[in-house]
């Protein structure tokens, strides 16, 4: 049985509860991004907290009361709610282990409707774009190293730096994307698990951020994405993982999971800022729960590095159904070399266009015409947050030089995977082709391994055994950058129709 009355309070504001209400009041303070000095601020701030909140929780915000003086007058104001259940709050079933599956698409669906409703303007979008959220980066990291006490590690906040500025370095296209397809709306900007009751009738979510509106202009998938970090942090990454699914589902967002990563990191290490502030103040438990969002920052830091992964080979050796078996099983994008190029002259994938080594549509002309292509559409794909895989030959020092100046210009990443069997294994794997893409035989895989040039810095992968194998010591190599990286988010599997 809850008691009757509680007290409740936070650095700007007193929360009485008493019975089935619940009363807010806000302190007279100025705390820099905010200040409540005046009765007449206090007031509007409670009239716009409870206008922005009746968006999600329209029958829990009743109304803003005038608090009377002795002598009759008006001397301050409250926000009047309606008492919510302590035993429904999110966090509190999370913690549990109670099912919330069906609560988080609720959830999903009413955040999303919100911010499909959402209004629109120049001001909104700015606040959105790349630029704003470096800066809102920048703001949180220089705050943490102010700190005389620092909590966290120099290094690891160097880290973190480090992998932000290399992905906002090369997705300008991404966010300039998302900015023209309407995805900065006007959200909550403070989604905490704390705040979530899920009630018979539907979640009700409360506690919008009210003060400083640029901090509610941000992407829909930021938004959420403090949700889905609250979550992890409670220890349900699945919860977070299925909460991103049901609203990119509900939104129809086309946004690469690098992005869902990203969001995820940052409002993660907004977290460990109030953590390091708390740690300021000699919070005993303030410096551990800082140190442990910032590696939740880092490791989704590391699995949101866009990825530029080149498969080579002479034909025979694997390097397609190896490439293939990586894209699946990383949600990568595939590029082969072999189906670009007969697209490129007008030849249906499967059509057969056998031609000695160098001639016909292998002829030096429509081979340069086939890598630059490969490169083109790699490079639009890196920019806009997509990884890649690109299953080509990649015989030639000069086009893997350009393959490297690529990742570089979109600040990627670049793993180069070189495919051997035993010459047996080539030779029957040659031999048993029937139907697919490639025309090589084993006349035309001779001259190709004889003018592979040398890779020094690809990682050998023998496919001699089974394919099994070959992908499991492939995804070794890629995934040894980030040990620790959380796996990767995959995009819902949409239902036809």
Known sequence: MRPWAQIKETHIAVVVLMGDHAFKLKKPVDVGFLDFTTRQARQAACHREVELNRRLAPDVYEGVADVLGPDGEVCDHLVVMRRMPEDRRLAALVRAGKPVEEHLLRIARMVAGMHGRSRHDPR???EGGREALRSRWTANIDQVRALAGAALDPGTVQEIERLTTRFLDGREPLFA???AEGRVVDGHGDLLAEDVFCLDDGPRILDCLEFDERLRFVDGLDDVAFLA???????APRLAEVLLHRYVEFTDDPAPPALWHHYVAYRAFVRAKVACFRHEQNNSDAAWEARRLAEL????LQAAAV??????GSPGTGKSTLAAALADRLGYTLLNSDRVRKE???IAPEQPAPAPFGEGLYSPEHTERTYAELLSRAGTLLQHGESVILDASWIDEERRAAAGHLARRTSS????LLCTALPQVTVERLAARTG??????????EIMTERMAPWPDAIEIDTSASPEQALERALAVIHARWAEAPRRFRRPQMEPG
């Open 124 to 126: 909104i979008d700015r």
């Open 177 to 179: 994307t998302r900015v």
């Open 307 to 312: 990825t530029l992964v080149l498969v080579g």
């Open 413 to 416: 990443d670049r793993v180069s």
């Open 344 to 346: 490129l002259a007008g």
């Open 297 to 300: 920052t880092l490791r989704h």
């Open 229 to 235: 970090m609250d979550l992890e942090r409670l220890g």
């Open 436 to 445: 697919g893409v490639s025309d090589a035989d084993r006349a035309i895989a």
